[in-house]
């Protein structure tokens, strides 16, 4: 039903409340309710990760993105139909032009539906955004960090510098965030760092998470050689770390085992060992107003055109239920070894991380 009345505001005063529409939740075919919207507000980056993206990527138009306010209100309907949980990726997200503005702007939503506001970032922009960050809301951010090698982060990111990146990770610390480091698992490349990693993790207080690698995009390399089961990295773990099952859950799609040596957290994305889709909530949109309701399927609605169809916002709000009515059970992540091709051609840098 709706109502209006008095409510205590973020400034801490009494403040009249206007009338607010009725809220429905969005439910998918399978009965799940998508609460966990990831918005990609730039597929450009900084860094070329091999994993990721080419070397010599070509980007959208900038005149082909949603413009910041309307990235606003997009996620305002989102948040206005059940979605609690916002996370902001790329591309690179801290590199987009006034991205702050946004991230204030969504920041403000925080106790009025949207229960948290996070990022994914490399961490290259980290130490001067940091206590901005904290300032707008945001209280827990991953930092994709897959060595902490120099040199080796040189060759995986091509264009990353790993002093950097360890600076701006210190600068999130020191402003009060909270930090989970992000590591894709690539074989013959990074599977001799895990102990050292969850070593570093654990003397700085950050939780750490492996994910297998993708098969989304061309990216001049072979994703066959890449591909390191991650049912083996934790076999591996486990003759020297006592870890054991966590109940710790963030929304997303890693399994959590706590880790007694150093008291914190080791997470396991596994999407081509392990299906996790049966508790799927999430869906994500680009920042073109495209929405994928499945990170590893091409179907996707358009919602930029609703979106710019008219102020009110009923067309658009139609248009989110469509999508979320054809929302699939699952992805279809396989590599194809003969001939080595990505399940989707798409990069993740597209539909965002």
Not at 1 to 15: C, E, S
Not at 103 to 129: D, F, H, M, P, V
Not at 134 to 160: P, Q
Not at 191 to 205: A, K, L, N, P, T
């Amino acid at each position: 039903m709706a109502v209006a009345g008095f409510a205590i505001n973020r400034a801490g005063t009494l403040a009249f409340m206007p009338m607010q529409r009725e809220v429905s939740a969005m439910i998918d075919p399978f009965g799940r309710a998508v609460t966990y919207l990831r918005v990609s507000v730039t597929d450009r980056c900084d860094f070329r990760c091999v994993y990721c993206m080419a070397e010599d990527m070509v980007f959208l138009p900038k005149k082909d993105l949603l413009s910041l306010e309307e990235l606003d209100r997009l996620c305002g309907a989102f948040i206005r139909h059940g979605v609690t949980k916002l996370r902001l990726t790329g591309g690179e997200p801290l590199v987009r032009r006034d991205v702050m503005w946004l991230i204030r702007k969504l920041g403000e939503r925080i106790g009025n539906g949207l229960e948290e506001l996070t990022i994914t970032t490399n961490g290259s922009q980290l130490a001067k955004y940091a206590d901005d960050l904290m300032a707008a809301g945001v209280r827990r951010i991953n930092v994709s960090i897959d060595t902490l090698n120099a040199e080796k982060f040189a060759e995986i990111t091509r264009w990353g510098k790993l002093p950097a990146v360890l600076n701006g990770v210190m600068a999130a610390k020191a402003a009060g965030l909270k930090l989970k480091i992000n590591a894709v698992a690539l074989k013959g490349v990074n599977e001799d760092e895990y102990d050292s990693m969850i070593e570093w993790c654990g003397v700085h207080g950050f939780d750490l998470c492996l994910i297998e690698t993708m098969p989304l995009g061309e990216i001049d390399a072979d994703r066959t050689e890449q591909f390191l089961p991650l049912s083996l990295v934790r076999s591996r773990l486990q003759r020297r770390w006592t870890l054991s099952d966590s109940d710790y859950l963030t929304g997303g799609p890693a399994r959590y085992m706590n880790v007694a040596e150093t008291g914190q957290r080791i997470g396991f994305i596994t999407p081509l060992t392990h299906n996790f889709c049966e508790g799927c909530n999430r869906v994500r949109l680009t920042c073109t107003g495209t929405l994928y309701m499945c990170l590893g399927q091409d179907d996707a609605a358009d919602l930029r055109g609703p979106l710019r169809a008219a102020e009110s916002d009923e067309v658009l709000d139609a248009a989110i239920f469509e999508a979320i009515a054809r929302k699939p059970k699952g992805h279809d992540f396989v590599i194809d070894r003969a001939k080595a091709r990505p399940a989707v051609a798409r990069h993740m840098s597209v539909t965002g991380g």
